[in-house]
T-cell receptor
């Protein structure tokens, strides 16, 4: 079966712009989580969605937001981009909220200039 | 805030040597997960440990969860070049079962010289 698909794979944006990233989970998976990965901070949890509801949110400013659609696909949005938002954004899907095994997508590499 | 410390940050080994990475938490964890990320790739789930003192093996990989559920280790016997990558632990805090309850260590980057 197809894995987790994230689009786009690479993105270059200018400071102050906004960006929307997309994640399509594995078919049948209803839980989607988002992470930011940087060399300095490692993997940091952004938010988790299950059945279109945000279940948990990490310690990120309100410029970071997300949503999940009825087909379990998820998007995350970052407004008013800052240079420090440059990172690899990873989406992970799991069968249900609280499932042990999370399947990660290839990520979206965001560069803010 | 709560942290999961992982050491060492880097490890260079000769092919055939053993490798161990350690995770330590100041608080009791509900579970610990391990992931592997190849260079340029994405994290891949390896295993989850839940019970105090649990030991699990996957071929040359041995995972342990400490008796106090505050530390864990991953040991690779006789490393191969295919083991190259960064190994992350993720400690579960609280019992909500949410991915948001996982605190990731910063990873140990393993390089293997053939």
């Amino acid at each position: 079966k197809a894995g987790v698909t994230q689009t786009p794979r690479y993105l270059i944006k200018t400071r102050g712009q906004q960006v929307t990233l997309s994640c399509s989970p594995i078919s049948g998976h209803r839980s989607v989580s988002w992470y930011q990965q940087t060399p300095g901070q490692g993997l940091q949890f952004l938010f988790e969605y299950f059945s279109e509801t945000q279940r948990n949110k990490g310690n990120f400013p309100g410029r970071f937001s997300g949503r999940q659609f009825s087909n379990s696909r998820s998007e995350m949005n970052v407004s008013t981009l800052e240079l420090g938002d440059s990172a690899l954004y990873l989406c992970a899907s799991s069968l249900a909220a609280g499932s042990a095994e999370a399947f990660f997508g290839q990520g979206t590499r965001l560069t803010v200039v | 805030g709560q942290q999961v410390m992982q050491i060492p940050q880097y490890q260079h080994v000769q092919e055939g040597e053993d490798f161990t990475t350690y995770c330590n938490s100041s608080t009791t964890l509900s579970n610990i997960q391990w992931y592997k990320q190849r260079p340029g790739g994405h994290p891949v789930f390896l295993i989850q440990l839940v019970k105090s003192g649990e030991v699990k093996k996957q071929k040359r990989l041995t995972f342990q969860f400490g008796e106090a559920k505050k530390n864990s280790s991953l040991h690779i016997t006789a490393t191969q070049t295919t083991d190259v990558g960064t190994y992350f632990c993720a400690g579960g805090v609280g019992y909500g079962g949410s991915q948001g309850n996982l605190i990731f260590g910063k990873g140990t980057k393993l390089s293997v010289k053939p």
